[in-house]
């Protein structure tokens, strides 16, 4: 399994960046996730991605601001990031699940680098 994540960078408050996440090595079912490490704090999930059914997960934290979506076809899941906030500067990594639906850090078993992702106000 390997998984490549990209697109990270430096914005400032209320612009947009999309990351991406490549993978390979896994099949159609299994779950995509996003999850970011803020400095000094713990990794936390931002957003999950069924790909056997199309169903989602969205951190309160995010919700009306970020999306998931994938293309199949590319393997790859994509995180749209709008309105940009400097709490939401972190390291994003995805991951890859065989568990269906859990959208929780120890859930997840294969991991990808991180791609950092700096707001400024």
């Known amino acids: 399994v390997q998984l490549q994540a990209s697109g990270g960078g430096l914005v400032q408050a209320g612009g947009s960046l999309r990351l991406s996440c490549a993978g390979s090595?896994?099949?159609?079912?299994?779950?995509i996730g996003w999850f970011r490490q803020a400095p000094g704090k713990e990794r936390e999930a931002v957003s999950c991605f069924g790909r056997s059914d199309g169903t989602s997960y969205l951190a309160d934290s995010v919700k009306g601001r970020f999306t998931i979506s994938t293309d199949n076809a590319k393997n790859t899941v994509y995180l749209q990031m709008n309105s940009l906030k400097p709490e939401d500067t972190a390291v994003y990594y995805c991951a890859a699940t065989r568990h269906h639906g859990l959208c929780l850090l120890e859930a997840y078993e294969y991991w990808g680098q991180g791609t950092e992702v700096t707001v400024s106000s």
């Open positions: 090595g896994f099949p159609e079912s299994y779950d």
